[in-house]
């Protein structure tokens, strides 16, 4: 089993709608949770982080966490063609190490 | 401010030679991890330094080394290149306190 699984997609939605993007971790005693957004050929964005159960806003995005499950979202309302890209989750383990899932290709189409 | 930066960005190496690259952090941070990013592998951790310690270690082959410079700069090194070493290298930067990682452009390395 892999330690952070995301469905590689790709999620197709259209212009306006909400992208609803999926993580599930293994290692229980993770405490910190990031959304990175990867366009093809550059390097990760810090879009989201996420530390206690709940959700957490901002803007467009909203991040969940549910430690119980573990499990963490990512929902991008309205969603643009911008948005098109590759939405990496990614949880703590030991001195700022970061497991990352293997990314879920977000294509967002007019 | 300035954003983590890496150099060079592009590398053609051959197998069976070492390279060495380089990241200086955002201002401030002293906290440098480096990851190896490929199509088949995804993003993986190589290790992480703080201070000029190396408090993290991924499973890498002894190959791969780095350093941190006292300036919070850290260099990473691998040597014998071989052809499965072609990756996109990143290196990130986080605040003391914080586990916000922000990464530079990365240091794309061909080896042939």
């Known amino acids: 089993q892999k330690e952070v699984e995301q469905n590689s997609g790709p999620l197709s939605v259209p212009e306006g709608a909400i992208a609803s993007l999926n993580c599930t971790y293994s290692?229980?005693?993770?405490?910190?949770f990031f959304w990175y957004r990867q366009y093809s050929g550059k390097s990760p964005e810090l879009i989201m982080s996420?530390?206690?159960?709940g959700d957490k806003e901002d803007g467009r995005f909203t991040a969940q966490l549910n430690k119980a499950s573990q499990y963490v979202s990512l929902l991008i309302r309205d969603s643009q063609p911008s948005d098109s890209a590759t939405y990496l989750c990614?949880?703590?383990?030991?001195?700022?190490?970061?497991?990352f899932g293997a990314g879920t290709r977000l294509a967002v189409h007019p | 401010k300035a954003g983590v930066t890496q150099t060079p960005r592009y590398l053609i190496k051959t197998r069976g030679q070492q390279v060495t690259l380089s990241c200086s952090p955002i201002s401030g941070h002293r906290s440098v991890s480096w990851y190896q990013q490929t199509p088949g592998q995804g993003l993986q951790f190589l290790f992480e330094?703080?201070?000029?310690?190396?408090?993290n270690k991924g499973n890498f082959p002894g190959r791969f080394s780095g350093r941190q410079f006292s300036n919070s700069r850290s260099e990473m090194n691998v040597s014998t290149l071989e052809l499965g070493d072609s990756a996109l290298y990143l290196c990130?930067?986080?605040?003391?306190?914080?586990?916000?990682?922000?990464f530079g452009q990365g240091t794309r390395l061909t080896v042939v």
């Open positions: 996420i530390y206690s159960n």
């Open positions: 990614a949880v703590t383990s030991g001195y700022n190490k970061l497991i």
């Open positions: 330094y703080f201070s000029e310690t190396q408090r």
């Open positions: 990130a930067s986080t605040a003391i306190g914080d586990t916000e990682a922000f």
């Open positions: 290692d229980r005693v993770s405490q910190s």
